[in-house]
């Protein structure tokens, strides 16, 4: 089906969430605004050239949006041939959806949801239109929308497919619901910025959770946690019912005060799909962030022909985490591998020129792209725990069972501030093997065991033919001693504090994360002479 859409200043954020979901539908969706982003000039029949093409056949069905709606449903309807309504919510929507033959929606985006909006919109494009009267009968509708699970999990990422890996392990028959905002089901996200770049075929990363009845609901996003009645409600106003609940909400990408939909905030599938998308036209690209997702996606990007621009902050890539020499040599690495760096480089505006985008620096550079893309750190998704209640810092809080300050509340993954006996402090880590170890110990743990989290993970990254894994506390404010087999090539970097080892970066060196481990958990005291040819 052709559908049409419009929107004006006021509705341009919903329209833009609408179309992104509507992409993986099979419609075609036709944009007829906003015609403008301002609204000092905004232009109050925006709906018309929608109602139009409805009308005309040109596009089967209409979606407008503007703050309250009204004005877009007004208009929309003195278009001759077009049945226009307001939608502002559940019941009178499919009532409308149903009872009516319309062929334009029209939301108000102050008063409407994203959530509700996209189930209203997928309810309109899947009607019937039967031209009977039916009622609903409210109470009826609402029982159906609340559903119970012996085990509930927020969060759509590895962590909670883990969990529900880790659940299916104790017991095979409890109820499992997922709720996740994305619109994929559960995926690995490492390959996101690298093995997809390489050839690896998209559909590797899906999680297999097939066999493990559970049921998913996507673009579904938890608003509150009623602890006392065990409920999750979401804001598409399904209402979850749990015995035990899982918190694995993970992180968001921070975004800079400007640019909005421009920059590729990197993180999702959905992300992915955006910048393979703009590989198709764009040549020049610009990376901002110099960390891991900065250093992946250039490499990536450049080993896919196109001409990358980095532009961070700090002096070289990645010399939050490695020693001053290697951090540097990386930036001579990526040079040669004739990545463009701006290093020392504060991000102060974007504009757009024609179809080009200019990125103008504190230093008053003014850095020409085709297209944006971003990783500039993240924030934890403690909201929904904080308005329950439940104990956060800069993450939620868990005890060595994972459970939070909640009884029957758990929660694992980037999310997760956890205290790790080897380096006898609380923290959180956003990695992979992470989410994957404590996902499942998690899971296990809702169903019945009372495992501890003893585990200090490991992660690693690829830029370009480098790699490397690490454990612990990669810290380039720490005293660091450098093992070198070949300098920069093959060695190891230990990170140190008081005599004793903090971390260990394996640079290029493998199958010796375990042995780094041993070396944590070691009292010391450690010296550059007894370290050096520890690992190799
Ligand atoms: C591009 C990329 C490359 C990476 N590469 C590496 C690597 O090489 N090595 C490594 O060790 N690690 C890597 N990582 C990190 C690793 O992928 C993460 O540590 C891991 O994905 C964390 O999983 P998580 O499930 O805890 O959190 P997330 O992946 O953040 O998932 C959280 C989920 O919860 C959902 N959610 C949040 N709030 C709500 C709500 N209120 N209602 C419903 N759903 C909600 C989100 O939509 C999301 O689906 C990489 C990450 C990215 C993004």
Same mark, same amino acid.
């Given at each position: 089906m052709r559908i049409g859409i419009a929107s004006d200043h006021a509705g341009f954020a919903l329209k833009k969430q609408l179309k992104e979901a509507l992409k993986d539908t099979g419609h075609a969706v036709v944009d007829f605004g906003p015609f403008s982003l301002s609204p000092k000039d905004d232009y109050p029949d925006f709906t018309v050239p929608l109602a139009r093409a409805v009308a005309q056949s040109k596009v089967e069905r209409g979606i407008a949006i503007c703050g309250s709606g009204v004005g877009a449903c007004i208009a929309a309807n003195k278009v001759q041939g077009v049945r226009a309504a307001l939608i502002s919510d559940y019941f009178s929507a499919h009532q409308g959806v149903e009872d009516d033959n319309m062929n334009v929606i029209c939301f108000g985006a102050q008063v409407i949801s994203y959530a509700l909006a996209w189930d209203l919109t997928r309810a309109f494009l899947t009607a019937q239109f039967v031209r009977s009267t039916r009622t609903i009968d409210p109470n009826e509708s609402r029982k159906k929308r609340m559903k119970e699970y012996k085990y509930l999990i927020i969060?759509?990422?590895?962590?909670? @497919?883990?969990?529900?890996?880790?659940?299916?392990?104790?017991?095979?028959? *409890?109820?499992?619901?997922?709720?996740? @905002?994305?619109?994929? $089901?559960?995926?690995?996200?490492?390959?996101?910025? &690298?093995?997809?770049?390489?050839?690896?075929? /998209?559909?590797?990363?899906?999680?297999?959770? +097939?066999?493990k009845k559970v049921e998913i609901h996507l673009r579904t996003i938890a608003k509150e946690i009623d602890l006392k009645r065990k409920r999750v409600a979401c804001e598409n106003e399904e209402i979850y019912c749990y015995e035990k609940l899982m918190l694995a909400t993970g992180v968001r990408p921070k975004q800079l005060p400007f640019g909005d939909d421009s920059i590729i905030y990197f993180r999702t599938v959905s992300d992915y799909r955006n910048l393979r998308a703009l590989t198709g036209t764009a040549k020049r690209? $610009?990376?901002?962030?110099?960390?891991?997702? #900065?250093?992946?996606? $250039?490499?990536? /990007?450049?080993?896919? *022909?196109?001409?990358?621009?980095?532009?961070?902050?700090?002096?070289?890539? #990645?010399?939050?985490?490695?020693?001053?020499?290697?951090?540097?040599?990386?930036?001579?690495?990526? &040079?040669?591998?004739?990545?463009? /760096?701006?290093?020392?480089? +504060?991000?102060?505006?974007?504009? &757009? +020129? #024609?179809?080009?985008y200019s990125v103008k620096t504190a230093n008053q550079k003014d850095i020409i792209a085709d297209g944006i893309v971003a990783g500039i750190g993240s924030l934890?998704?403690?909201? /929904?725990?904080? @308005?329950?209640?439940?104990?956060? +810092?800069? #993450?939620? !809080?868990?005890?060595?069972?994972?459970?939070?300050?909640?009884?029957?509340?758990?929660?694992?993954?980037?999310?997760?501030?956890?205290?790790?006996?080897s380096l006898a402090k609380q923290i959180r880590v956003e990695h992979e093997d992470n989410a994957n170890t404590m996902g499942s110990l998690a899971g296990r743990n809702m169903a019945g065991k009372n495992d501890p989290y003893l585990h200090l993970p490991f992660f690693y990254s690829d830029m370009f033919e480098l790699g490397y894994e690490a454990v612990g506390e990669l810290d380039s404010r720490l005293e660091t001693i450098s093992d070198w087999k070949k300098p920069f090539e093959e060695g190891v970097v230990y990170y140190l504090k008081n005599d004793r080892v903090r971390g260990?970066? !394996?640079?290029?060196?493998?199958?010796?994360?375990? $042995?780094?481990?041993?070396?944590?958990?070691?009292?010391?005291?450690f010296t550059p002479s007894n370290l050096k040819g520890r690992l190799k």
């Open positions: 969060g759509g990422g590895m962590t909670a @497919a883990s969990a529900v890996y880790g659940i299916r392990e104790i017991d095979s028959i *409890g109820s499992i619901g997922l709720i996740s @905002a994305e619109a994929d $089901a559960p995926y690995n996200r490492p390959p996101l910025s &690298k093995a997809l770049w390489k050839g690896e075929a /998209l559909d590797s990363i899906w999680r297999d959770l +097939k066999s690209i $610009a990376v901002i962030g110099g960390g891991f997702i #900065g250093s992946e996606i $250039a490499a990536a /990007l450049t080993m896919n *022909g196109k001409e990358v621009t980095m532009i961070f902050p700090g002096e070289s890539i #990645g010399d939050r985490i490695f020693p001053r020499d290697l951090s540097q040599f990386i930036n001579q690495f990526y &040079k040669q591998k004739r990545v463009e /760096l701006f290093s020392g480089e +504060k991000i102060i505006g974007l504009e &757009k +020129k #024609g179809n080009q934890p998704n403690i909201e /929904l725990a904080q @308005a329950a209640n439940i104990a956060t +810092k800069d #993450g939620i !809080l868990v005890n060595e069972f994972m459970r939070t300050s909640n009884q029957d509340v758990y929660a694992a993954g980037d999310v997760a501030i956890f205290y790790n006996p260990v970066l !394996l640079w290029n060196v493998w199958k010796q994360v375990d $042995a780094a481990r041993e070396l944590i958990a070691e009292p010391g005291p």
